[in-house]
């Protein structure tokens, strides 16, 4: 077997000055657009260093131009404004509610903005997408890496995170975004990179906006999920495009996350090659399982999380080594790549990983890894 790569799902610790400049754009404060450039950009070029340093073979720009993962993308598309309409919670943070008010206090003096639908939708500003694609592209120009990839919301989790008020219905509102994102997709398979589809819709869906239905109407609207996003992918091919698959990237009781037996057979219908999901944290360790039963298409490679995204455990490297190896058991060591549960910087300026901690964990994933690799007996 191959050397096992590693990666991880995307968001990395934003620096104060890059926290700074964001979420002084998103506040529609002055911000001068050259230094706004230049702090992006050392930004982008130090994190792609950091993982590099760290062993990882896939990096990615650690989402350093983006406010969050999914809410950025009012600066680009036509048809959104801010406003103030009443949010759906996760169900299991309702069912403890001390809790739930702890957690959504989040970082001291960020209030972040509410992406409302209320106009067409179309992809209107292309400047922050070629701005991140070249920061990236200068980033990775030398370095010892196997590849890069750059991140973009699915159309359910853009509509999950951004209320709908001008189209019919969700249907009509799904294909308005997949049609719009369609131009950032491409853009970035066509700047050289793997394109990951953030779909935390898949998943974290059942249990925000669509709480109030039964597992089996949430299932129907997975497989609506997953054909909007393969018709915004219609014309990239699948090796190019990874998916990252999520519950939802925070500390909680997770204990209305839905099975992945039942969603399982919608999410491989998927167009994208590699799926991305948690299989560290212990809501969804013991999912392995399923994998192990479930009928994999021969093109997929998993990358299952090794570490948590939301502890500042460091897992030692053997754990990581033992947890590629169950799933190597599953498909071939050669279709599975190690990466993490989720992100580590999901909304610019919080984070429930320590920035060096971040890096330690990383460590470990890649030092686990090459364990992994050399503990595997010849092809």
Known sequence: MSRVLTTHVGSLPRPQDVVDVIWAEDQGKPVDADEYDRVIGEAVRDRVAHQVEAGIDLVSDGEMGKIGYATYIRHRLSGFEIGDVPRATPADLDA??????RLASGPAGYTYQ??????????????????????????????PVAGAFMNAPSPGIVALFAPNEHYDDLNEYLNAIGEAMKTEYEAIVAAGFQLQIDAPDLAMGRHIMYRDNSDDEFVASVVRHVEAINVALRDIPAEKVRLHLCWGNYEGPHHFDIELE???????AVQPQTILFEAANPRHQHEWAVWRDAAIPDDKILCPGMIDSTSNYIEHPALVAQRIRTFSDIVGGDRVIAGTDCGFGTWAGYG???????WAKLHSLSDGALRASEASPAP
């Open 114 to 143: 509410r992406p409302i639908c209320r106009g067409p939708i179309a992809y209107e500003h292309r400047e922050p997408l070629e701005r991140d694609l070249r920061h990236l592209q200068a980033a990775v120009e030398g370095q």
């Open 352 to 358: 429930a990983v320590d920035p060096d901690i971040c």
């Open 262 to 268: 039942r969603i399982i057979d919608a999410v491989l």
């Open 96 to 101: 403890y509610p001390r809790f739930r008010n």
